[in-house]
Every structure is written in C-alpha cells, then in structure tokens.
C-alpha cells in the first residue's frame, strides 16, 4: 500500500541570498491552479496540466506527485515536477540475490535501491522529471525574469526542503534525483555537483530531425542499402493490418495492449515505472487531438501497437508493445519506427523523439543521440560517498554501431544543430 502521508500542507519559503524568490509546493496539479499556468511553458504540453491530471488520476504503481511553484514576489516564474517512487523493502527481493548488470539504468537504479531497503524500511525517492519521458520535462524557468543559476539554486534547496520536510512528517525520501539536463544545461548541473550530488550519463536520447516535406523524401535522402532494408520491412509487413484505434477499440483491446507492453517492459528489465493499465486509454480520451494509438492486426488478433503524443512541433514515440515471436517474420518493430516516422513527417514535426532503448535500430532510421545528464543525492552523507562507485557499476555498457542511413548525413547533422 502506498504512502499517503501529506507532504508541506503549508507554503514553505526558501532562505535564500535573493530574498525575492519563494516557492510554493503543492500535492495535486489542481491546487498549483493558475500559477501553475501562468509559469509552465504553453508550448511544452508535458508541464500542462490536462496531461498532469492524467497522470495523476492513473498513476503508475507506487508514485505519487508534487508541484513546485517559484515566484518572484507574487508572479511565477518557473515551475518543477515531482514524482515520489515509492519503494517496500521487501518487494521483488528475490530477483536480486544475484548481483548484474543490468541493461537498463532505470531498473538497476530501482534494484540498488529496493537492496539498500530490503529488511530494514519503507521508504521514498523524490524525482524532480518525468519517469514516463526522456527529455527536460522535470523544471522549466522563465530566463527573462530568473538567471539560470539563480534558478538552480533555487530548485536544489526547495527539493532538499521538500525531502526534509517529507522526513519529520515520518516520510523517508533518503535519494534525490534530477532527471535529464541536456548538455546545454551542463553548467547549471554544476550547482547540483557543488551541493554533492553525482552527475552521470546513461544511454542517450536517440532524436530523428525531419527536414523532409514527405516520406518519399525521407526514403529519397536514404542510401540504397538502408533504402532497400526499409522496403525488405514494409513487404513483410504487408500481411499486416494497420488501424489507428478510437477510443472504443483502445477499450476493448485494453488487456491485451497492456500484456504486450509488459511482455516488451519486462524484456527490457525497466520495472521503475509499471504503467497503470488505463493510462494510455486515458490519454487517448482526454487529448485527442495530440495522442494517436495505432494497432496492428493479423487475421483480427492484436499484435502490436504504438502511441504518438504531438508536443508542438515535436513528436514523442510514447509507449508500445509488440508479439515478440511474429516479430522477425513481420518485422513488426521496424514498421513501428517507419511508421513513427510516416506521422511525424506528415504531421509537419520537425523532430521525432525516440527515447532510449534500441539505440541501434533507432539510429538506423535515422535517429541521432542527444546526451542527456542526471543527478543523484543520497541524503546519508556516508552513503553519497560511495554513490558514484555505485552509479558507475549500475550504469549499462550496451555495444552499439551507430548507423548513418542517410546519403548526405552532413547536411542532416547541420539541420539538427540549427
């Protein structure tokens, strides 16, 4: 059973050196409200609050939420999400009596941790981003009325207060993390290290940049091996029936969409997050017009599906599920990537976010890495020493060849960096 303990019921300022800035924490996306509206940014539909509500109203197991509001005297200026993961010392334990390496960071992140619990306490870890999502969606700050390092400090005290306070309410939050800083962002992960936590890189965010008008164009600036690997898929795919789902169809197929996402997930080794079985049906319902879910059938039966989210002028390849033993003959994962693609460039984006995973496959229709780095506290000052050491053997070592499908990959590179 999760804990419910209520965390800050009061607004709780901040002592800091600019003496204009507070925050205020708030347990549900409805009570942040307006100021919440007014500081998110508009044009990241990850930081608004009807995708927060559905994620708060189907949450995955064990997590719960908070919301940070910064002001500068009375007007927002910045916004940061939190997600608490709540962990049971003796939960899955039996799985880690054999010490790996895991290949996904996220799992073996979740495993240390459930060891560091097991027998001895129930306790949190509050993640300042979005478990559901790669990318910078955990705090976003109005750089015109807050310096970014103002901003960092900022954040990274009123994390440590919500932890602090979290503990004398009798809620352990013994590990911090802040999720997914680009590179750009490098210099603010600084503050974060100087306040003693760790910075680490895990696989990177494999992003496809779309200056292509149409998907023949896309096929067009491909070379001919890749070219001829992409339509070697789409026969073999032919047998396959590809149908975007209504909200009925989404419904009636519930039980087995989420048995082929699990099957998927559970291959992957990422159990950090386990979906709420009607998230997705959810997210369907209450944004139509940026959540698509596609499905593909053979002979009427359910093999595989996929979800797009339109997040301005970018697309997020949300998640899937696939039969893994039709997967060779149909080349169902492949089609998934093309037909990612196809959406994306037929719905004008200018980029197509893949997440990590799969780096190879990714990369060989033309996905690109983009460097993301987290940051992690443990708030047992004898522990974060070691947390490094920690990081480092947890961290996946997965051998990858990165593919350049493309005739003119320079020209490519230059649009992604403009």
Same mark, same amino acid.
């Given at each position: 059973?999760?804990?419910?303990?209520?965390?800050?019921?009061?607004?709780?300022?901040?002592?800091?050196?600019?003496?204009?800035?507070?925050?205020?924490?708030?347990?549900?996306?409805?009570?942040?409200?307006?100021?919440?509206?007014?500081?998110?940014?508009?044009?990241?539909?990850?930081?608004?609050?009807?995708?927060?509500?559905?994620?708060?109203?189907?949450?995955?197991?064990?997590?719960?939420?908070?919301?940070?509001?910064?002001?500068?005297?009375?007007?927002?200026?910045?916004?940061?999400?939190?997600?608490?993961?709540?962990?049971?010392?003796?939960?899955?334990?039996?799985?880690?009596?054999?010490?790996?390496?895991?290949?996904?960071?996220?799992?073996?992140?979740?495993?240390?941790?459930?060891?560091?619990?097991?027998?001895?306490?129930?306790?949190?870890?509050?993640?300042?981003?979005?478990?559901?999502?790669?990318?910078?969606?955990?705090?976003?700050?109005?750089?015109?009325?807050?310096?970014?390092?103002?901003?960092?400090?900022?954040?990274?005290?009123?994390?440590?207060?919500? /932890?602090?306070?979290?503990?004398?309410?009798?809620?352990?939050?013994?590990?911090?993390?802040?999720?997914?800083?680009?590179?750009?962002?490098?210099?603010?992960?600084?503050?974060?290290?100087?306040?003693?936590?760790?910075?680490?890189?895990?696989?990177?965010?494999?992003?496809?940049?779309?200056?292509?008008?149409? *998907?023949?164009?896309?096929?067009?600036?491909?070379?001919?091996?890749?070219?001829?690997?992409?339509?070697?898929?789409?026969?073999?795919? +032919?047998?396959?029936?590809?149908? +975007?789902?209504?909200?009925?169809?989404?419904?009636?197929?519930?039980?087995?969409?989420?048995?082929?996402?699990?099957?998927?997930?559970?291959?992957?080794?990422?159990?950090?997050?386990?979906?709420?079985?009607?998230?997705?049906?959810?997210?369907?319902?209450?944004?139509?017009?940026?959540?698509?879910? *596609?499905?593909?059938?053979?002979?009427?039966?359910?093999?595989?599906?996929?979800?797009?989210?339109?997040?301005? /002028?970018?697309?997020?390849?949300?998640?899937?599920?696939?039969?893994? +033993?039709?997967?060779?003959?149909?080349?169902?994962?492949?089609?998934?990537?093309?037909?990612?693609?196809?959406?994306?460039?037929?719905?004008?984006?200018?980029?197509?976010?893949?997440?990590?995973?799969?780096?190879?496959?990714?990369?060989?229709?033309?996905?690109?890495?983009?460097?993301?780095?987290?940051?992690?506290?443990?708030?047992?000052?004898?522990?974060?020493?070691?947390?490094?050491?920690?990081?480092?053997?947890?961290?996946?070592? @997965? @051998?990858?060849?990165?593919?350049?499908? *493309?005739?003119?990959?320079?020209?490519?590179?230059?649009?992604?960096?403009?």
């Amino acid at each position: 059973m999760q804990n419910s303990t209520p965390l800050l019921r009061e607004p709780a300022p901040i002592p800091m050196p600019h003496t204009e800035y507070r925050y205020t924490y708030f347990r549900s996306s409805e009570l942040a409200g307006p100021d919440w509206d007014a500081a998110a940014p508009a044009s990241d539909l990850f930081f608004r609050r009807e995708y927060l509500r559905v994620l708060e109203n189907y949450p995955p197991q064990g997590m719960r939420f908070g919301y940070l509001v910064f002001y500068r005297g009375e007007e927002p200026v910045g916004v940061a999400l939190c997600q608490i993961k709540y962990f049971k010392g003796d939960d899955n334990i039996n799985e880690l009596e054999t010490p790996t390496k895991d290949p996904c960071f996220f799992s073996g992140l979740s495993k240390w941790f459930k060891r560091w619990v097991a027998g001895k306490m129930a306790a949190d870890i509050l993640i300042c981003g979005n478990m559901l999502l790669t990318g910078e969606h955990g705090y976003w700050f109005d750089y015109q009325k807050i310096t970014p390092d103002t901003a960092m400090q900022l954040l990274e005290e009123a994390l440590n207060k919500v /932890a602090r306070s979290a503990d004398s309410e009798g809620v352990k939050m013994p590990v911090i993390l802040v999720k997914d800083l680009a590179s750009t962002h490098r210099r603010q992960g600084q503050i974060l290290k100087n306040k003693g936590y760790v910075e680490f890189d895990i696989q990177p965010n494999m992003v496809l940049h779309l200056p292509f008008l149409h *998907f023949d164009e896309y096929m067009g600036a491909m070379s001919t091996k890749y070219r001829t690997r992409a339509k070697r898929a789409f026969k073999k795919g +032919e047998r396959i029936e590809k149908r +975007e789902l209504s909200n009925a169809d989404i419904q009636r197929e519930l039980p087995r969409m989420y048995a082929l996402y699990k099957d998927i997930a559970n291959t992957a080794g990422f159990n950090m997050v386990d979906l709420n079985e009607d998230y997705l049906a959810a997210l369907k319902r209450d944004l139509p017009e940026q959540v698509r879910i *596609f499905g593909y059938y053979l002979d009427g039966h359910l093999l595989a599906f996929f979800t797009t989210i339109l997040n301005g /002028a970018e697309l997020e390849a949300h998640f899937l599920g696939y039969d893994k +033993e039709h997967n060779h003959d149909l080349q169902l994962y492949l089609n998934i990537l093309y037909d990612i693609v196809r959406i994306g460039i037929e719905s004008g984006c200018h980029s197509i976010v893949f997440a990590r995973t799969a780096l190879e496959i990714k990369s060989s229709v033309g996905a690109v890495p983009h460097e993301l780095y987290c940051y992690l506290r443990h708030q047992n000052p004898l522990v974060n020493k070691f947390t490094g050491t920690i990081l480092d053997y947890l961290k996946p070592v @997965e @051998e990858w060849l990165p593919r350049h499908p *493309f005739k003119h990959a320079s020209d490519l590179d230059d649009h992604a960096a403009s």
